[in-house]
């Protein structure tokens, strides 16, 4: 029997962290393991923390804005330099940056997924161009694997547009509060799987700069 690595042995006594110690799988960007942190029932707003990976209530919803699907990461992403380059270059805005977070996913499923700290698989079928003051923001658009309603969309083309109203509507409103100036955020485009699988791989990119091949550490010598 082989001997098992340092990283396979650690993974057999703790729990990995969802966006570290967790693969995107080998068939990413196209179709990616994905970490769920919220649902849409939720009430408050969950999310992982960056330095335990444990998913934390971040803050309760004020108002009645709950997410249209299920919502979290893929893991070893990171929203940086090349990220924010792209919707520079896709907007004709310079200076856009990365917001410093891996990036985010909406995954459509017709099942009642009833809490999040959930891994899916689902395939990537397209994404919002979202704008959060001068950072890139994307969301990327994906469905759950097998799902019998939703498993047969390929790209965003398939997706009616009242159901992408939905989701940009979401996150154009969830941080807006009565009486107070409109939250800067935009959605400046909705785009297909292919520039949403080039913006998944710009991700990786940046995720590699800012964290390098975090199984180097454990290799002997």
Do not use: N
């Amino acid at each position: 029997m082989a001997t098992p690595s340092l990283t396979q042995a650690l993974g057999l006594f703790f729990q990995a962290h969802p966006w570290h110690g967790v693969s995107p799988g080998e068939q990413a960007p196209e179709l990616c393991t994905m970490y769920i942190e919220m649902v849409p029932t939720d009430a408050v707003k969950y999310e992982v923390d960056k330095a335990t990976g444990i998913l934390k209530l971040d803050r309760p919803q004020r108002y009645s804005s709950q997410p249209p699907c299920l919502y979290g990461f893929i893991p070893r992403t990171y929203c940086d330099t090349r990220v924010g380059q792209r919707c520079s270059e896709r907007v004709g805005r310079p200076g856009i940056i990365g917001d410093g977070d891996p990036i985010d996913v909406c995954v459509l499923t017709e099942k009642p997924i009833q809490h999040g700290a959930v891994l899916v698989e689902a395939l990537v079928i397209g994404g919002l161009r979202m704008i959060d003051g001068a950072q890139a923001d994307d969301k990327i658009i994906a469905v759950l694997k097998g799902d019998s309603v939703y498993g047969s969309w390929k790209d965003i083309s398939d997706v009616p547009t009242t159901l992408v109203d939905r989701l940009r509507h979401y996150f154009l409103t969830y941080k807006a509060l009565p009486d107070a100036p409109k939250p800067p955020v935009e959605i400046a485009e909705v785009y297909g799987r292919a520039e949403a699988c080039d913006t998944i791989k710009l991700s990786f990119e940046d995720y590699r700069a800012k964290y390098g091949q975090l199984t180097d550490l454990f290799s002997p010598g």
